[in-house]
């Protein structure tokens, strides 16, 4: 793109402030604006006076699931299923790495915080070492793709590489870049992070698919076969990555994919709900479920709507790839946002700028169909999210070490 066709593009949807110091840019600098902007999803701005609100109206049921109870009973059946899946190569696994340590007080990617307290231990060592008890109990090794960002990608490769890919096979592990959405004022505006640089942010979450296949390696799932994608985040340190039982269980359920979840231990708990709404699946997140819902109980005085998600979903790969081109709806994050203002970086102490963000759990509810898979939280949930308190570092040692893991 040159600098005639970016100001044309850029006139027709109302952005001309991009090139607003093109001028005195080096020829360097302008390339990278020009590419930028050629590469701007401009509609994504036509959602910024939207409503997030996707799961208003509907009859809301809890979804049939597998709880502990007969998962215990059929565990042998469950597994079996899933070995054979899993030594047939039709399984793989995408972890989500894109975020930074920040509230941990951290400044480099987040999986490569050290959980240890008298040795080094990882984030990302010890969801390896999850991984490693599935491999070593059939024999082989599953694709796993990392989903990075642009800020984290080089440093997240090269700590792999550093640690000798943990004992995986480097052929194996497949790295890629979320794609991101244009950053904006809330008058529509987008920004520009840098004199020459466009305001660009992830497009969450819901992303993870379409950036794994618009980075090629959509490539490497179709050549070997792979049917079904483990996508998990990075902040859960317990959790069970290709657990055999769960793709077994969500096999023979018939269902497009499954979500591993575990019972709220209140109706405040703060994660999203898996529901059913008018026959499909729905996600109510923890600010969106009305009360009357939340704190509903059935006649043993259990929750009704009382499966959290701990985002580790299994996906039919069929599935994905007749739904994952539709739009997704937009989420506007308000947030405040470094950028240039007459020539000068500003850094906003209260929210000035909208992100756009896709959400993996709309993506179930687009599936179809979702088998809910009960685990025990003291066993497979352990998030870090936060320094100190609730679902902390400290947190996570706690259970780390119930589970017999040196710290």
């Known amino acids: 793109?040159?600098?005639?066709?970016?100001?044309?593009?850029?006139?027709?949807?109302?952005?001309?402030?991009?090139?607003?110091?093109?001028?005195?840019?080096?020829?360097?600098?302008?390339?990278?604006?020009?590419?930028?902007?050629?590469?701007?999803?401009?509609?994504?701005?036509?959602?910024?006076?939207?409503?997030?609100?996707?799961?208003?109206?509907?009859?809301?049921?809890?979804?049939?699931?597998?709880?502990?109870?007969?998962?215990?009973?059929?565990?042998?059946?469950?597994?079996a299923e899933g070995l054979k899946l899993l030594k047939a190569g039709k399984v793989g696994a995408v972890l989500l790495a894109g975020g930074q340590g920040t509230r941990l007080g951290y400044d480099k990617p987040k999986g490569t915080f050290n959980i240890g307290e008298t040795r080094t231990l990882t984030i990302f060592g010890q969801l390896m070492n999850n991984i490693k008890e599935v491999t070593d109990l059939y024999g082989g090794y599953f694709h796993l793709f990392i989903m990075t960002s642009s800020v984290n990608d080089g440093q997240t490769r090269s700590f792999f590489g550093k640690n000798g890919y943990f004992g995986y096979p480097p052929e194996k592990i497949h790295f890629y870049i979320q794609d991101t959405e244009p950053v904006c004022g809330f008058d529509g505006k987008i920004f520009l992070s840098e004199k020459h640089r466009v305001a660009l942010a992830p497009n969450g979450n819901g992303g993870w698919y379409s950036s794994l296949v618009n980075s090629g390696l959509g490539e490497i799932i179709s050549a070997q076969g792979i049917e079904w994608l483990n996508i998990f985040s990075v902040d859960n340190v317990l959790q069970r990555i290709c657990d055999p039982a769960f793709i077994g269980a969500t096999l023979l359920s018939g269902k497009a994919c499954g979500a591993k979840v575990v019972c709220k231990t209140c109706p405040e708990e703060k994660v999203g709900v898996l529901t059913e709404r008018d026959g499909e699946p729905c996600v109510l997140e923890y600010f969106e479920i009305p009360p009357e819902l939340a704190e509903k109980t059935d006649r043993d005085g259990n929750l009704v709507y009382r499966y959290g998600v701990i985002l580790n979903y299994l996906f039919n790969v069929g599935v994905l790839n007749e739904i994952y081109r539709h739009k997704l709806p937009y989420h506007v994050a308000k947030k405040a946002v470094p950028h240039i203002v007459n020539g000068v970086t500003v850094k906003p102490e209260k929210p000035n700028a909208c992100k756009f963000e896709t959400l993996v759990v709309d993506m179930v509810r687009y599936m179809g169909s979702c088998l809910a898979y009960e685990v025990e939280r003291e066993i497979e949930f352990a998030p870090v999210k936060n320094k100190t308190g609730v679902d902390s570092v400290d947190t996570a040692r706690r259970l780390l070490k119930l589970n017999g893991v040196k710290l």
């Open 1 to 79: 793109m040159n600098y005639e066709e970016a100001k044309d593009l850029l006139a027709k949807h109302g952005q001309l402030q991009l090139l607003e110091y093109y001028g005195g840019l080096t020829e360097e600098q302008k390339s990278l604006l020009l590419d930028d902007i050629s590469k701007i999803n401009f509609g994504v701005v036509g959602h910024l006076n939207e409503s997030d609100k996707t799961n208003d109206g509907g009859e809301y049921k809890c979804p049939p699931a597998k709880d502990l109870k007969d998962i215990a009973e059929n565990r042998r059946l469950y597994e």
